[in-house]
């Protein structure tokens, strides 16, 4: 049994960003590579933003991308006593102190710090007060950060970073109104859920060195940091609206199957030699943090359809038909009937070869998710003129004595097709739109198969007339 554990720390934001779906993905590999733990801390204590939907927004996130977490979720909110227990420690033991500096005081230092082109980085003037002389009046507490020497960081994606104390303020860790600051928080939290390898993206990584202050202040174990690059957009800009879907929600809205989205996400920073497209189970059998990469991860919108294209062929009909069911339902749709279920899943060894995301999928699963008398598209009514209803007539009989295996059909139709002098698109073309209704389905073979014979022609006469 390993002993990494890792963590998500999300704040509710009311949707779940793709960039934290990825740092989420990476710390649940890690953990699964490992044979270790991924926790899920929500860090609620903004409680003017709160709201429980946007916690549901990250736990539906995480639950269509299949990361479960072990353990209970954490609420950091609910922790709040235990982060204030340890800034009172912190004071105890004169490794943090209370300040009774205002705001306007703060205003001052810095104002006066400006004119006389010194750093305005404050530094409170009650750092080394005697307790005896403090006033009776609202007060912070501050970390007391070495004011020399340097903040080096060891990191696994980022090699060693270093800071110059001087440029690290006394940071706040309890605010006058008794609540933790957010540095506070995830250290304490991150010690006490026993986290041993903090993933996290890189906009963190300044909050590293500040972050390791209170670890050693409290004589804790420093996890190992792992700061991964962003994702940028297409064009090399920060990912945004601009670029396309933000949200995860909206890729499962979009038809997206989650093992496509977990295989790209997890090639944006990462890679194990020139593998783009590979199974979960390979996923979890490879990655590694030596495997991320320092620079940041443009968004390839092809490349994910691509691979969900790959996912799709080789996922199992069953998980097919849930993940489609789900998708019908994220999409707002209509859920199949039992019959159009069946259907599909007789269809799905045509279809899922040749469909990108789900919607594709259906579209061209039309002739199973129909039922007669289709409705032909442009393309297809086009098809259906009197030379070619004229074809469609000659071959319904010699489909009534036909054996209706594949080779039986191809044959069939091959010979009846020269006999006709048509070429066979000619022939397949009216077929198509009279077994479909549309111009893009599977192939004629597949539709006559999996439909079977009576259906077929009864397709047929619905757009030829009654057989005489
Ligand atoms: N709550 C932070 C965020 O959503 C993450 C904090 C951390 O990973 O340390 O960005």
């Avoid at 400006?114 to 501050?142: C, K």
């Avoid at 903090?198 to 174990?221: C, E, F, K, T």
Wanted: proline letters at 5%.
């Amino acid at each position: 049994m390993s002993s990494v554990v890792t963590r998500i720390a999300p704040s509710p934001t009311g949707f779940m960003h793709i960039g934290t779906a990825r740092t989420a993905l990476f710390n649940w590999l890690y953990a699964r590579a490992t044979g270790g733990q991924f926790l899920l801390r929500i860090e609620d204590t903004d409680r003017a933003r709160y709201a429980p939907e946007a916690v549901d927004a990250i736990l539906q996130g995480m639950s269509w991308l299949g990361l479960d977490h072990d353990g209970d979720v954490v609420s950091q909110f609910e922790r709040v006593p235990r982060h204030r227990e340890v800034a009172l420690t912190l004071l105890e033991t004169g490794m943090a102190y209370k300040c009774f500096a205002t705001q306007d005081d703060i205003a001052a230092f810095r104002e006066a710090a400006r004119a006389a082109g010194t750093s305005t980085l404050y530094r409170s003037p009650w750092r080394d007060t005697d307790p005896a002389t403090h006033p009776d009046a609202p007060f912070v507490i501050r970390i007391k950060a070495p004011q020399d020497g340097q903040a080096v960081i060891e990191d696994a994606v980022q090699g060693r970073v270093t800071w110059a104390n001087e440029t690290l303020d006394d940071m706040i860790l309890l605010r006058s109104d008794g609540t933790p600051t957010y540095m506070l928080a995830v250290v304490v939290d991150d010690h006490d859920m026993g986290v041993t390898h903090v993933i996290r993206g890189d906009d963190h990584l300044s909050n590293a060195p500040r972050q390791a202050l209170i670890y050693r202040a409290m004589g804790w174990p420093l996890p190992v940091h792992a700061h991964i690059p962003l994702i940028l957009g297409p064009d090399g800009k920060k990912l945004s609206k601009r670029h396309g879907a933000t949200g995860v929600e909206e890729y499962k809205k979009m038809g997206y199957p989650a093992a496509g989205m977990r295989n790209y996400m997890a090639r944006l920073g990462w890679s194990h030699g020139d593998d783009e497209f590979f199974t979960d189970a390979q996923a979890r059998e490879w990655f590694d943090l030596d495997g991320i990469t320092k620079s940041a991860a443009r968004f390839d919108f092809k490349k994910l359809e691509h691979l969900s294209g790959q996912h799709i062929a080789v996922a199992s009909d069953a998980d097919l038909l849930d993940e489609i069911a789900a998708f019908l339902d994220a999409a707002g749709a209509d859920p199949l009937t039992d019959q159009q279920k069946n259907g599909l899943g007789r269809a799905l060894y045509c279809l899922k070869d040749r469909a990108k995301i789900f919607p594709e999928l259906l579209e061209k699963a039309h002739f199973v998710l129909s039922s007669r008398p289709f409705e032909p598209d442009e393309k297809s009514a086009k098809a259906l003129n009197s030379v070619s209803i004229g074809i469609l007539k000659d071959l319904t009989p010699q489909l009534q004595n036909a054996s209706w295996t594949r080779s039986d059909l191809e044959e069939l139709l091959t010979t009846f097709a020269e006999s006709k002098e048509l070429s066979f698109g000619k022939l397949a073309q009216p077929l198509r739109a009279a077994l479909a209704g549309r111009a893009i389905s599977p192939s004629v073979y597949d539709m006559m198969l999996v439909i079977g014979q009576a259906e077929t022609l009864d397709r047929l006469t619905d757009v030829t007339g009654a057989p005489q």
